[in-house]
């Protein structure tokens, strides 16, 4: 048995990412801000619902001395958008953002991946992997365009993130990929996005269970292909 940890399991495509993972027979810790509002995360039955704040150290901290053996694959996939913080996106432009929600976003999206993988790091060994939750938004090539200073420079931050984690963990023989999962029908995305959550998560669990040691650092799609910086 396979032992996965995942945060923001509790909802979207975190929720089917740890559906799919349990119905494989992987372990699953599975981290949230509430779990005890998480009902459909519990009649998943993972191993089991952590209290996990990606935003606050503290809580990482705590949360990985729970996380007490190897971790075959770690999926950073906790994160928030500005809607879910109250703002509209004519507030949030380049010119307009405030630079404290700003500073929030990155902390939450991008070093959240960091402080999480690095509190992981006893618990990951070679031939582990992880995966970071990205968005084509921190993309230079395609966030340019996208009127939302926060979360395309908090995504562009845990792409970053990405390659330094790459960088350091590969001589442990960690793999580390950031995933676009594409533009997906969730009460972030909205209902008119592309793909179904489920169509996201197959896509991103197919690719991790060939991705190699050699390709650590890569930008992906959820269906495996590559996407630019």
């Known amino acids: 048995m396979s032992t996965t940890v995942i945060t923001g399991a509790n909802r979207g495509i975190g929720l089917e990412l740890a559906r799919r993972c349990i119905e494989r027979g992987d372990k699953v810790f599975a981290g949230c801000r509430k779990p005890d509002e998480a009902h459909e995360l519990e009649a998943l039955q993972p191993h089991s619902i952590l209290p996990l704040d990606v935003g606050d150290e ?60 690095r509190s992981l790091s006893d618990q990951l060994e070679s031939g582990s992997k992880v995966a970071n939750i990205t968005s ?23 792409n970053m993130v990405t390659v330094q984690l790459a960088s350091q963990l590969k001589a442990k023989g960690i793999a580390v990929v950031a995933f676009h999962p594409g533009w997906v029908r969730t009460d972030m995305g909205g209902s008119s996005a592309d793909i179904s959550v489920e169509e996201s998560a197959h896509g991103i669990l197919s690719t991790l269970d060939t991705f190699q040691l050699e390709q650590s650092g890569a930008f992906l799609k959820w269906d495996g292909s590559i996407h630019p910086w």
């Open 58 to 117: 503290a809580s990482v901290l705590s949360f990985s001395k729970v996380v007490d053996e190897h971790v075959g694959l770690l999926i950073n996939n906790a994160g928030t958008s500005i809607t879910n913080l109250g703002f509209d996106r004519d507030e949030v432009g380049v010119m307009k953002a405030p630079v404290a929600l700003t500073l929030d976003l990155i902390r939450i999206n991008g070093l959240s991946a960091a402080m999480v993988t």
């Open 136 to 158: 084509q938004i921190g993309s230079m090539v395609v966030g340019s365009n996208f009127n939302d200073l926060p979360y395309a420079a908090s995504k562009a931050v845990m």
